[in-house]
Structure formats: structure tokens, C-alpha cells
T-cell receptor, first 117, second 117 residues
Framework: EAQVTQNPRYLITVTGKKLTVTCSQNMNHEYMSWYRQDPGLGLRQIYYSMNVEVTDKGDVPEGYKVSRKEKRNFPLILESPSPNQTSLYFC????????????????FGPGTRLTVL | AQTVTQSQPEMSVQEAETVTLSCTYDTSESNYYLFWYKQPPSRQMILVIRQEAYKQQNATENRFSVNFQKAAKSFSLKISDSQLGDTAMYFCAFFPTSGAGSYQLTFGKGTKLSVIP
């Protein structure tokens, strides 16, 4: 089954304790990205990656790191989490935004609910 | 930076009726895609429909259609024959493929749609 998986789905942690949220896709997609969703703000892109070893900042990259060593994995790293990073996080992947059929190309993971105390 | 504006935080519609959700965006680019995503209470992000900026014809997907006005930078979503399962948050999103911010997906803040039996 084609899917994007995220782990963990729920996480409660404390300020300053490094954490990693994993994201993996099994569709050989080139483009992967991370978003955070906050009430009243919609989804905001944190980082994205066009392919292996290529990453770029989105709109809200401060306090986050990513890596893309393999095509299927795109972990999100919070080196020193703070309470303002409490949010719902989504990973997403797509083959290409120009190829068809487009409906089969864009997948979001189920989300990770992170609480930083 | 690109901006996407959804001016209706909440809307409601009677079952079987038609509703239109509005979205405007601001860009100087000519090459881009526009999307509507649906987020039901399960929090899963589901791609509803997409429009390529170079296409003049409005996209349609079953009961969902868009009114794309490129000069006005407007991209509204029309849902016909509304069903209870359409109850969700709807996000408009913009994805440029050229210029500054290319390949960054920018979302609006969302419109909460309730379908009333």
C-alpha cells in the first residue's frame, strides 16, 4: 500500500530534550516536505526536499533541522524543543507536480501531535 | 513571499445544496499550481482538486469544481450536491514552479465547512 508514515503519532516532551520525528514513504517520491499546523494559521511549510541531499527552508524553519540521506526518509529534528513548537506536524511526499495522474501523486502522512512542556 | 487568503473562516450549507469557498492569492509568478485540500475531523489531509495556471479550463472532479480567474488571482471551490461527508476544513494552497519561493507550498488559513442535514 502506497503511504507516508510518521512516527511517533503523539509525543509529549520537555523543553530542551532533542527529538526526531521520522517520515518515510514507499512510493519512490522525489519531493518531500514538512508542515506544522496551528489553529487559525493553517499549514506552514518548515522544510522541503526536491531529492536526496537537497533540502531548502520553507516559511518557518527556525528551530528545526532535516536531512535527506535516502530517498524514502525525511526526518524532522528538533535539537532543543521549546513550547512554541507545540503543534501538529505533517510530512508529505509527491513524485512530481507536473506528471500525471496528479491525484495519485500527493500524499500526506497521518500527522504527529507534539506537545513541548 | 506568496500569500494565500481565505476570507471565510466558517461556512455552512444544507445537505444537497451548493456552496462556494473563496480563495485569493498574491504572486508575481506566471507558473504555478493551485490546490484545494480537505481535512476532515480525522486530521488526514486529502487532495480534492488542482489547477495548473497555464490551463484556462477550470478543473472539475465529480461534485467539485473550481472557478479560476488568473487575472484576478482568484481560485474558488464549488461543491455541488453537498454531502454530510463534506464536513471538513478546506485549505487552498499555492505552489509556484518558478521564481522566488518556487516549489514551496503555501496554504491559506482554511475555511471550516459544516454540512447541515
Amino acid at each position: 500500500e502506497a503511504q507516508v508514515t510518521q512516527n511517533p503519532r503523539y509525543l509529549i516532551t520537555v523543553t530542551g530534550k532533542k527529538l526526531t520525528v521520522t517520515c518515510s514513504q514507499n512510493m519512490n517520491h522525489e519531493y518531500m516536505s514538512w508542515y506544522r499546523q496551528d489553529p487559525g494559521l493553517g499549514l506552514r511549510q518548515i522544510y522541503y526536499s526536491m531529492n536526496v541531499e537537497v533540502t531548502d527552508k520553507g516559511d518557518v524553519p527556525e528551530g528545526y533541522k532535516v536531512s535527506r540521506k535516502e530517498k524514502r526518509n525525511f526526518p524532522l529534528i528538533l535539537e532543543s524543543p521549546s513550547p512554541n513548537q507545540t503543534s501538529l506536524y505533517f510530512c508529505a511526499s509527491s513524485l512530481s507536480f507536473s506528471a500525471a495522474p496528479w491525484r495519485d501523486e500527493q500524499f500526506f502522512g497521518p500527522g504527529t501531535r507534539l506537545t513541548v512542556l | 513571499a506568496q500569500t494565500v487568503t481565505q476570507s471565510q473562516p466558517e461556512m455552512s450549507v444544507q445537505e444537497a445544496e451548493t456552496v462556494t469557498l473563496s480563495c485569493t492569492y498574491d504572486t508575481s509568478e506566471s507558473n504555478y499550481y493551485l490546490f484545494w485540500y480537505k481535512q476532515p475531523p480525522s486530521r488526514q489531509m486529502i487532495l480534492v482538486i488542482r489547477q495548473e495556471a497555464y490551463k484556462q479550463q477550470n478543473a472539475t472532479e465529480n461534485r467539485f469544481s473550481v472557478n479560476f480567474q488568473k487575472a484576478a488571482k482568484s481560485f474558488s471551490l464549488k461543491i455541488s450536491d453537498s454531502q454530510l461527508g463534506d464536513t471538513a476544513m478546506y485549505f487552498c494552497a499555492f505552489f509556484p514552479t518558478s521564481g522566488a519561493g518556487s516549489y514551496q507550498l503555501t496554504f491559506g488559513k482554511g475555511t471550516k465547512l459544516s454540512v447541515i442535514p
